[in-house]
């Protein structure tokens, strides 16, 4: 999910395995604030005004998946102090007593986060202690309509041999064994070995078709008309129509994820209280607005909702869709043995020839 260069921040090179020495371990200084977020997934300006108001140095990185995060936190469990995990791996950090239970009274601006939002965060924050809603959406398919001449209705069509070299799927276990799940009627959240098994052998089986198994890059090959249909976010897809009209977003008549990405303080931050203030902060109409505008993925922060002028945006059914008109499940975290199934199934898609 949304990963691109954002020119002024310090980029970590986790995605290639390496540890970088940004950690906070030793560096107790109160004006400091150590920040692990997706790329691209605020508005730079956010961070230069929360240093002008707050007086703290924020030392930000990014990470393009959350398999990524969390063996960077694993390693280094204080090296940074506040972080944007999604769903199942909120819940996987909370079972792992990787963070820490959130002071709200420090936190006033939360009660701008709509309770709906609160609610589904209970699938993996059971009790609300450990996190605050920062963006959500659904994972859908993007064509050209320029390209593609059946009705898109179905995750059926990414195995349709007339769009061979044209589908862009989601380098991403989850994500791309969750297509499969779904079109095959089974929970994206199963751990029956028989299922994964049917959904691998899907995948292997389309993969032929596929041009690439990419992340973020989906979104600017569709927009350059490299590709006829991409796996992508519903935030991508509100992005990719501003540029090129001719993409349009569906979300399949068998279902989709639904997810949230949230923030959360880590156990070992040396900086609470400015991790504090920082969610505070995002929490403010203002600033979750200016990231909505920035970033395109749908905010639950209602009042900020209440003030976007472009009605367009404001009734969009792809920022704000309404989600009893298609089944929805959200990731779960599924343990170490459903991990190793899903991450060996991945693998033997990955690894297959054809």
């Known amino acids: 999910m949304k990963n691109h260069f954002i020119s002024k921040l310090l980029l970590t090179f986790t995605a290639l395995g390496i540890l970088t020495g940004c950690g906070n371990s030793n560096d107790s200084a109160s ?33 393009e998946t959350n398999e990524i995060m969390y063996a960077k936190l694993a390693q280094d469990p204080s090296a940074y102090d506040v972080i944007c995990p999604s769903d199942y791996m909120i819940q996987k950090l909370i079972e792992n007593d990787m963070l820490k239970e959130l002071n709200f009274a420090n ?43 059946d009705v898109v209705d179905s995750w059926d069509i990414l195995w349709n041999p007339k769009y061979n070299g044209q589908i862009l799927m989601q380098d991403s276990v989850r994500d791309a064994l969750m297509v499969s799940l779904i079109r095959n009627g089974y929970s994206l959240n199963t751990t029956n ?31 350059g008309e490299e590709a006829a249909l991409g796996v992508i976010f519903s935030g991508e897809a509100i992005y990719t ?20 990405d949230s923030w959360v303080i880590t156990k070992e931050s040396k900086h609470t209280e400015n991790a504090e ?21 749908s905010t639950p922060n209602v009042a900020a909702q209440e003030l976007i002028e472009d009605e367009e945006i404001k009734n969009s059914k792809v ?34 020839d054809y």
């Open 193 to 223: 070995p028989d299922e994964i098994a049917v959904a691998t052998k899907d995948l292997i089986d389309q993969k032929p078709l596929v041009q690439a198994y990419v992340v973020d890059q989906v979104r600017d090959k569709m927009i």
């Open 277 to 297: 203030k920082w969610i505070d902060f995002m929490c403010r109409p203002d600033i979750a607005l200016k990231n909505f505008e920035y970033i395109t993925y």
């Open 31 to 63: 004006n400091k604030l150590y920040v692990y977020n997706w790329g691209e997934y605020i508005d730079e300006e956010v961070i230069e005004q929360f240093e002008e108001e707050t007086g703290i140095d924020v030392i930000y990185d990014m990470f």
């Open 241 to 260: 129509a501003r540029e090129n009209p001719d993409l349009v977003y569906v979300v399949p008549k068998e279902g989709t994820n639904v997810w949230i």
């Open 107 to 149: 936190i006033p601006n939360s009660v701008n986060i709509g309770e709906q939002y609160f609610e589904q965060s209970r699938d993996f924050d059971p009790e609300n202690k450990y996190s605050v809603p920062y963006c959500w959406g659904t994972v859908g398919i993007l064509y050209n309509k320029t390209m593609v001449d």
């Open 319 to 352: 920022a704000f869709p309404d989600l009893s008109a298609f089944p929805t499940e959200s990731y779960k975290y599924l343990g170490e043995s459903g991990d190793r199934l899903y991450n060996d199934a991945w693998m033997e898609v990955k690894s297959a």
